[in-house]
């Protein structure tokens, strides 16, 4: 009988959370329009969710200071000296900001493959 309750508690949950996220969907498709009116606002999220993959990989090896390089390069090299320089000194706006926030995600992606594929990191490869 308790597993049953739990059950429909469950089945419950899920189907509103599948009505929410449906709700969502009507009101804006993710890789469709942002709301800035631009179209294809999504596309730098799986470079995003690989790099993320990867630095989790790098530090579960053990190897930490690759990534926190990397990062440390990312976030202060791209990310906020970038966005400081294209707001305040080149007076570009938000769109900049975000463009070096992408710039950041692609080239913290574009470190972590070069990296991995190499195998240095591999601690079974090490000799």
């Known amino acids: ?15 509103r959370l599948g009505d929410a ?5 009507r009101r804006r498709e993710p890789f469709g329009e942002t709301p800035g009116g631009r179209r294809g ?3 730098p999220e799986p470079f995003f969710g690989v790099a993320i993959i990867l630095e989790g990989m790098l530090q579960g090896t ?7 390089v990397f990062n440390i390069i990312g976030m202060w090299g791209v990310r906020i000296l970038g966005t400081f320089v294209c707001t305040r000194l080149l007076h570009m706006g938000l769109v900049a900001a975000w463009a070096c926030m992408i710039a950041h ?15 240095r990191w591999n601690p079974l490869t090490r000799g």
Not at 1 to 15: H, I, K, N, T, Y
Not at 62 to 68: K, L
């Open 1 to 15: 009988m308790p597993f049953e309750r739990a059950e429909q508690v469950f089945l419950r949950a899920v189907g």
């Open 21 to 25: 996220l449906r709700g969502a969907q």
């Open 41 to 43: 606002g999504g596309w």
């Open 62 to 68: 053990g190897n930490t200071m690759a990534p926190f």
């Open 105 to 119: 995600n692609l080239l913290l992606f574009l470190l972590l493959l070069t990296y991995c594929l190499r195998g």
